[in-house]
């Protein structure tokens, strides 16, 4: 047992009131400047103290933004991407773990790999294949012949239903973001760590597959699922590349690209007060789900680490 000394708590305490510092005199300003007028913003030296248009600022940030539409979304995709993310993990893993098939580990090392093509890397091949979601279909209904067969039998063109464009829709802005690499991983490892004894168990009682999976690995999995959850809302709240080039118009632009609408530009009044009181309410949903999860989130990297 690491024993205390006066010296080591005193330069414990500094450390982490620095740290706490350089995270929250950021956020202060962002404060103190969406609080102001535009004239106030300009002044030298900087205000320290916030002022009293902060309920002004955030409403006319939140109109000029179309953040009623823009969270709406926001919520939406980033459900779909938590969810999306965790069910395919966990199955990934579940198959990867308890299942002898050929190639498994080939398998789990290709899914492995994929960690260093991130969607930027990615990014020409998947938005031709979110713009032409059906074209692999199209390919293999040319190669067998079926749409000729369909349109002769019965007039309709096979070819011409399978024309999906994705773009500029929750599916195109979801499905490509899904797949993890790093949460199948994860749970992988977690799974190795669950007793064989549990799985024999199952077995004796009749379990299947599946009903082990449901009632086994993921009441045991449930604080790993909670912290992993917390991360990917992050991931999935803060993207800006993806839905920037997937959304062509207001009606689908998420909180993050309606705060860079109202970030000044150089031909553009610089309205700071603004662009700050947006960036307040944008990073409250994140915040909110950190401080309300923070007990499982501290639970899942506990047990992670056991």
């Known amino acids: 047992m690491v024993g205390r000394s006066l010296t080591l708590s005193i330069f414990c305490h500094v450390v982490l009131l620095v740290g706490a510092a350089a995270v929250c005199v950021p956020l202060y300003f962002a404060l103190v400047a969406g609080s102001l007028t535009l004239q106030e913003v300009q002044q030298t030296p900087f205000p320290l103290l916030p002022g009293a248009h902060l309920i002004d600022n955030l409403a006319t940030a939140w109109n000029e933004g179309n953040f009623s539409r823009a969270f709406l979304n926001s919520i939406i995709v980033t459900l779909g991407i938590v969810v999306g993310k965790l069910v395919v993990s966990l199955l990934a893993a579940f198959a990867i773990t308890y299942f002898r098939f050929p190639f498994r580990m080939t398998a789990f090392w290709l899914i492995f790999v994929s960690l260093m093509l991130p969607v930027e890397v990615r ?73 064989d004894e549990l799985c024999e168990a199952a077995k004796l009682d009749g379990a299947g597959p599946l009903r082990f999976f449901w009632h086994v690995l993921l009441p045991l999995s449930r604080a790993n699922i909670a912290a992993l959850g917390i991360i990917l809302f992050l991931f999935g709240w803060n993207q800006y590349l993806w839905p920037l080039l997937f959304t062509t118009g207001p009606e689908m632009q998420t909180a993050i690209l309606g705060l860079k609408e109202l970030v000044p530009v150089s031909d553009a009044a610089p309205a700071w007060n603004i662009a700050m009181s947006a960036a307040l309410f944008v990073m409250l949903p994140p915040a909110l789900v950190i401080l309300v999860m923070q007990r499982w989130f501290t639970r899942g990297l506990v047990d992670a680490g056991k």
């Open 123 to 195: 990014i020409i091949p998947t938005y031709e294949a979110v713009a032409d979601a059906g074209g692999p279909l199209r390919w293999v209904v040319g190669t067998i012949g079926l749409g000729g067969l369909v349109e002769s039998l019965t007039g309709y063109r096979l070819e011409a239903a399978l024309q999906w464009n994705l773009v500029n829709s929750y599916a195109g802005l979801i499905l490509p973001l899904i797949a993890s690499a790093s949460a199948t991983f994860l749970f992988r490892q977690f799974f190795l760590t669950v007793p």
